[in-house]
């Protein structure tokens, strides 16, 4: 789907996961969302932050599971997800603290397999996500799944490709303390989820986006999957789609 502007499909994306947690509340069940971090969800954030501050949309039935943070990563770091979903969102609403799950980039190396395990169970126990909200790297990642991630693959540590790196590394003041690996959700949870939105905005994104929606389904594109989703939707401005 495309919009005239970031602005305006953030609104609309916001609608759709309100009106869910709406319902969910309505049922008294909880409302799983995943949630992602990077520039392009933040508008996303914005507009649910002034749903709750004017409208009264609450998010106590919500549970959420962030994709991915970066490891070795400190949650108070600058640059850490858990900083990043406290300053853009959970701080400005009513969130529970502990239905928040972000994975923990302190865990030590041994720790790493099953805490994955258990993050995954944990969204199995809730009965899987509702909506799983995505970012899409320049390579056509979505959430650390690099290319050659596997259409299968579970939650895990993985290296990050040198051009997420480069990417990343105006953040981290330079390559060389740029994190070298990060924990991600694998493409078989985000498959699973029930509804799947990807946001894509500005010209930077045009050719992965013309490769994950029109070029072949490869795991060299781990975001060209979602073609195989029944309920995916690319959400884009028009500078995004602009080679579609
Ligand atoms: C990081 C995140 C991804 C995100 C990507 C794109 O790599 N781990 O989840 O999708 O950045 O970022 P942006 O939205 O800033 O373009």
Redesign the pocket.
């Known amino acids: 789907v495309v919009f005239e502007n970031s602005a305006t499909a953030s609104k609309a994306v916001a609608k759709e996961i309100a009106d869910l947690i709406r319902v969910k509340q309505a049922q008294k069940q909880p409302c799983i969302l995943g949630l ?6 933040k508008g996303l954030y914005v507009e649910l932050v002034r749903l709750h501050k004017e409208e009264g949309l609450s998010f106590r039935n919500v549970v959420s599971f962030n ?2 943070e970066y490891y070795p990563m400190e949650p108070d770091s600058v640059n850490s ?1 858990v900083r990043f979903m406290k300053e853009h969102l959970f701080n400005h609403i009513d969130i529970l603290p502990e239905n928040c799950h972000i994975p923990d980039g302190l865990l030590s190396k041994e720790g790493i397999a099953d805490f994955c395990d258990q993050y995954e169970s944990k969204i199995e126990s809730l009965g899987g996500i509702d909506i799983q909200i ?5 390579n056509g ?4 799944n690099e290319s050659g991630s596997l259409q299968n693959s579970r939650t895990r540590l993985v290296a990050l490709d040198h051009i ?1 790196r480069v ?2 590394s105006g953040d981290f003041s330079g390559l060389e303390n740029t994190p070298r690996t ?1 924990i ?1 959700v694998g493409v078989k949870k985000i498959m699973e989820a029930k509804r799947v939105i990807l ?2 905005w500005g010209e930077r ?1 045009a050719n992965i986006i013309k490769a994950s929606t029109e070029g072949e389904v490869t795991s060299r594109v781990p975001a060209s999957f979602l073609q195989e989703h029944n309920n995916a939707t690319f959400i884009l401005d028009k500078a995004a789609a602009s080679k579609l």
């Open positions: 992602a971090t990077g520039s392009s969800p994709l991915d997800y995505l970012g899409i790297g320049g990642h979505i959430g650390f997420t990417a990343a990060a991600t946001l894509a994104k």
